[in-house]
């Protein structure tokens, strides 16, 4: 596509839930990242993806927080049993491989009652 | 742990005048990004400073970088309403970005 797309745009959901926020990165970008903006703590990285492996998952703030990408393309993020604490802005990012820039979706806002 | 830290938090100007924004950062880089956020959503890639370049002009950007110092300057000038945005410096330690907190630029017509 065009650009990074990434969906829903907005999600309420109510604590104890769970989540699905999906990324679909530019055609052809072999590296994925996630990064969370919140009032309180600002833009975060949570995870990076090169290719379907994740050699980076240091943001990953718990163990309710997972991903996954595949065939080398789309990637879902996955919140379990959501806090309000995780009430944010969900940021997707790709780029090509050897160059820096990073390329952002619109985000998916999450918030949870 | 936020690498960059921007300076001022907030800035406010008149249409066509020079907007100055200001970053430091604590480890050493390979380049220097900033990005702008509109209505925050979306973040856009303005312009790339590497570690061994000085200056950088990209339209009505410039951006310096000072390694000695940690600290990179962004000015646009001539600026206009569209311009109101929050903006963000970013380094990228090991491949993934570290933002500071952002300075939000308002631009009265």
């Known amino acids: 596509g065009a650009g990074v797309s990434q969906s829903p745009s907005n999600k309420v959901t109510e604590k104890g839930k769970d989540v699905e926020l999906r990324c679909d990165p530019i055609?052809?970008?072999?590296?994925l990242y996630w990064y969370r903006q919140s009032l309180g703590q600002g833009l975060e990285f949570l995870i990076y993806?090169?290719?379907?492996?994740?050699?980076?998952k240091s943001g990953l703030p718990s163990d309710r927080f997972s991903a996954e990408r595949t065939g080398g393309s789309v990637s879902t993020l996955t919140i379990q049993r959501t806090q309000q604490e995780d009430s944010a802005v969900y940021l997707c990012?790709?780029?090509?491989?050897?160059?820096?820039?990073?390329?952002f979706g619109p985000g998916t806002r999450l918030t949870v009652t | 742990s936020q690498q960059g830290e921007e300076d001022p938090q907030a800035l406010s100007i008149q249409e066509g005048e020079n907007a100055t924004m200001n970053c430091s950062y604590k480890?050493?880089?390979?380049?220097l990004q900033w990005y702008r956020q509109n209505s925050g959503r979306g973040l856009v890639h303005l312009i790339l400073?590497?570690?061994?370049?000085r200056e950088k002009h990209s339209g009505r950007l410039r951006v310096t970088l000072d390694t000695s110092k940690k600290s990179s300057s962004l000015l646009i000038t001539a600026s206009r309403a569209a311009d109101t945005a929050s903006y963000f410096c970013?380094?990228?330690?090991?491949?993934?970005?570290?933002f500071g907190k952002g300075i939000t630029l308002s631009v009265r017509p």
């Open positions: 990012a790709s780029r090509v491989a050897g160059v820096y820039e990073q390329y």
């Open positions: 400073i590497r570690s061994n370049e």
């Open positions: 970013a380094t990228d330690p090991n491949s993934k970005l570290t």
């Open positions: 993806f090169q290719g379907n492996s994740a050699p980076d």
């Open positions: 055609s052809g970008h072999t590296a």
């Open positions: 480890t050493s880089i390979n380049n």
